[in-house]
C-alpha cells in the first residue's frame, strides 16, 4: 500500500471483517492465509446490546445482515418501512438537522477494548484496518439514507446550506472515530461511499469536489495527525475513474473493489503506478456464488500475472458471504493467491 514490492500477494476476503459460517475444518485452517483483519471504535453499552439482540434476527436478503440490520437501527432507518423508511425526509429547518442524534461510537474512554484487540491481531501477525461507523458509508450514502437518495440529491444542487449542515456532521463524526481508531493503532484507516454506478458516477465528478472530497480529506488528515504513517483504503462499487487521481491527492492509498465490469484495472494501474494499490479485483458479481473452483483459479491466476505484486492485494470484487458463496469457491480463491502469489 506504500509502493513497495512484497515478497507475496497479500491477501484479504473484503475490505471489513468477514464472518465465514460453517467452514470445514480443513477450511479454517485456510483463512491462515489472510493478511489482513479489522476493527471498529467501540460501541456504547446499549448499542453493544443492540448487535446482540439484532444478532437474534434472521438476515433479510433484501435489507441486509443482523449486523447490518443493527446499524439501521442506530440511526433509525427503516428500509423495511417505505413510509418512514428516512429519519430526516420530512425536516423542514436546518436546526432539525443539527439536532438529529448520531449513533454514539468511539468514546475515548472504551479505548482500550479495541487496543487490546489490535494487539491481538498484530501478535498474529496481521495489518489491522479500522472501519468507521457509518450507515453504508461516511458521508454520500449516510446522508442519502437519512435524507432520501432524491431529496438529498436535491440539496446538492438546490439547498446547498442544508447539504453542507448534514455532511458537516457526518464528516465531525468521521474525524472523531478516525482519530480514535489511529489512537488504537490500527494500520489501514478504511473509508467507504459508493458515488459510482455502472458506467459512471452518481454525481458529478464537480459535485464529488464540492462537497465530499474536502470532508474525506479532513477525515484522513485528523487520523494522520495521531499517527502519520497510517495507510487509507477507499471503498466505492461502480465506476469512479475520474476522481482517482483526487483519492490519491487527498492521501488514498489503495482503492477497491475495482469491478471488472466498471472499472479497468490495468489502466488505472498503468496511469497512476505505485501511487495507488489495487485491492480486488477478482470476480464479476456472480462469479464467486456460480462459477466452479477452477475457473476462480484461473481468474486468479491471470489477474496476478496481469497486476503483479506490486500494489496489488488479492481480494474478491463482490461479498463472499456464506452460505451464499459456496465453501469450495472461497477455498479454491485462497489456494490459488498462495499458489500462484
Not at 94 to 119: I, T
Request: proline content about 7%; overall charge positive; aromatic content about 6%.
Amino acid at each position: 500500500m506504500r509502493g513497495g514490492t512484497p515478497d507475496r500477494v497479500p491477501c484479504a476476503l473484503a475490505f471489513y471483517h468477514v464472518e465465514l459460517e460453517r467452514v470445514p475444518a480443513r477450511g479454517a485452517r485456510l483463512l491462515d492465509v489472510l493478511d489482513v483483519d479489522f476493527v471498529s471504535p467501540p460501541l456504547s453499552r446499549g448499542e453493544r446490546a443492540l448487535g446482540r439482540a439484532m444478532q437474534k434476527a434472521a438476515g433479510d436478503t433484501r435489507l441486509g445482515t443482523p449486523g447490518q440490520l443493527a446499524a439501521y437501527a442506530r440511526w433509525g432507518y427503516r428500509p423495511a418501512e417505505p413510509a418512514r423508511r428516512n429519519p430526516l425526509l420530512d425536516v423542514g429547518t436546518l436546526d432539525e438537522l443539527r439536532r438529529f442524534p448520531f449513533p454514539d461510537a468511539g468514546r475515548a474512554h472504551r479505548l482500550s477494548a479495541v487496543r487490546r484487540r489490535v494487539a491481538r491481531l498484530h501478535a498474529r501477525g496481521l495489518a489491522v484496518g479500522g472501519n468507521l461507523p457509518h450507515l453504508g458509508g461516511e458521508l454520500f450514502e449516510t446522508a442519502t439514507r437519512l435524507r432520501g437518495l432524491q431529496n438529498f440529491l436535491l440539496d446538492l444542487v438546490e439547498r446547498p446550506a442544508w447539504a453542507d449542515t448534514l455532511l458537516d456532521r457526518l464528516a465531525a463524526m468521521g474525524c472523531r472515530n478516525a482519530r480514535t481508531l489511529a489512537e488504537a493503532d490500527v494500520d489501514i484507516l478504511v473509508l467507504d461511499d459508493d458515488v459510482g454506478m455502472p458506467g459512471r458516477m452518481i454525481i458529478s465528478p464537480e459535485l464529488w469536489r464540492r462537497f465530499l472530497k474536502p470532508r474525506m480529506a479532513a477525515i484522513i488528515a485528523a487520523a494522520r495527525a495521531v499517527k502519520p504513517d497510517l495507510a487509507v483504503l477507499y471503498h466505492s462499487d461502480g465506476c469512479i475513474e475520474p476522481i482517482v487521481g483526487d483519492l490519491i491527492e487527498i492521501g488514498v492509498n489503495a482503492l477497491n473493489p475495482l469491478q471488472p465490469e466498471h472499472m479497468d484495472a490495468a489502466r488505472i494501474q498503468q496511469a497512476h503506478g505505485n501511487r495507488l494499490a489495487l485491492w480486488g479485483g477478482i470476480g464479476a458479481q456472480t462469479t464467486f456464488g456460480s462459477a466452479t473452483p477452477e475457473r476462480i483459479r484461473h481468474e486468479v491466476r491471470r489477474r496476478i500475472e496481469q497486476l503483479g505484486r506490486a500494489g496489488f492485494v488479492a481480494c474478491p470484487s463482490y461479498d463472499v458471504d456464506t452460505p451464499d458463496v459456496p465453501w469450495p469457491n472461497i477455498a479454491a480463491f485462497l489456494e490459488a493467491v498462495r499458489d500462484y502469489g
